[in-house]
């Protein structure tokens, strides 16, 4: 069994989405966007949601990968009233900013209350 799902995001709900916002320079700081359910909206209920995406960068020759950063959502619509009660939904999407002067793997997971862990990757290239 594989620990982490994978598919296409474009029919798939669930794949963390990695976008590289502006652009990506060896000066410059790098500025990602990682958003589950871009093309098909995620659920967001107390029932069903995305608990958090993570982040990680692996360099080209590198042996190991870096966790750039991790996001929580937290707020699902859960309050003292009970389920889906609160007027208040996080919204699966994060930003994370990093240096780097080499090229390599961006690799983001996101884990389903419901149907578990997901993962994508996306080459980032000066």
Known sequence: MEMFQTADWK???????????????KKSPV?????????????????????????????????????????????????????NTSTVYTEPIALFTFRTEKAGKLIATSYCNIHGLWKNEYELRF
């Open 31 to 83: 500025v990602i966007k990682v958003t589950v359910g871009k093309e098909i909206p995620h659920p967001n209920t107390t029932e069903h949601h995305i608990s958090w995406i993570e982040l990680f960068f692996l360099p080209d020759g590198e042996r190991f990968p870096f966790q750039i950063g991790r996001a929580e959502f937290l707020a699902h619509g859960a309050s003292t009233e009970g389920a």
């Open 11 to 25: 029919k798939e709900k669930h794949v963390p989405v990695i976008e590289v916002v502006g652009e990506a320079g």
